[in-house]
């Protein structure tokens, strides 16, 4: 007996369709397991950069909120995750005025050069007080804590390899919480930051990292981390 045309249509259709059907839950299950196998990836590279010894790393981070603007460039070392020393420079200017100062820590001493008012030093030694008496202002916490970063990440994908400074990198976008990220925008701050991480590809230890955030209140802030030896 010959199968009518149409029914034949509607037979490869159907056909058609379980197939599509098959082939996305092959898709659906790769993608988890890409994911999983993405995520472990940074893991990896978040245990060898805390056991690869001291690292150092020139940073520039830069916010931008209803015309005023400031952005921080500066190069900071640590051991064991603990700060060993911050340098930085600092710029803010609005529509009326810019304003440029100088921070240099060395714990437990801190070394500023406010805009208009100079120099000064915050030290236990020359203020008569023990080091556990000094205000905290947050700069013996890590700028970034690259290992706490990245055993929080989701959404994590890999982008194209590419080449910086001229070594092969693979670059993954992930997305981060803002209360793992205190030093980006205030220990208070809530919401989601886009996250950039590029891995050395021999090493898998990270070369840069790259934060972006828009806050409440239509603030924006950027901040690039660059690893060196």
Known sequence: MTVPLLARLCIALLASLW?????????????????????????????????????????????????????????SGLASRDVRYVSASFDFSSDEEAKTGELTFLPPDLYMNIPEEGWYVLSPWNQGIRPDELPDLSLEDP??????????????????????????????????????????????????????????KDTQLPRRVNLLADLPGGARVQATFDFFD
């Open 19 to 75: 197939l599509a059907a098959c082939r996305s839950g092959d898709s659906e299950e790769n993608a988890v397991e890409t994911t999983a196998s993405l995520e472990k990836k940074l893991e990896i590279s978040a245990e060898k950069c805390g056991s690869a010894g001291p690292v150092r790393m020139r940073f520039q981070l830069g916010g931008k909120v209803e015309g005023f603007r400031s952005e921080t460039t500066g190069e």
């Open 143 to 200: 700028m970034l804590d690259y290992v706490a970063l990245v055993t929080g990440l989701s959404e994590v994908q890999q982008l194209p390899d590419e080449r910086l400074d001229g070594e092969a990198v693979e670059i993954f976008a992930a997305v981060s919480d803002l209360s793992e990220l205190p030093s980006l925008a205030g220990p208070d701050a809530r919401g989601e930051v886009d996250v950039a991480v590029w891995l050395h």
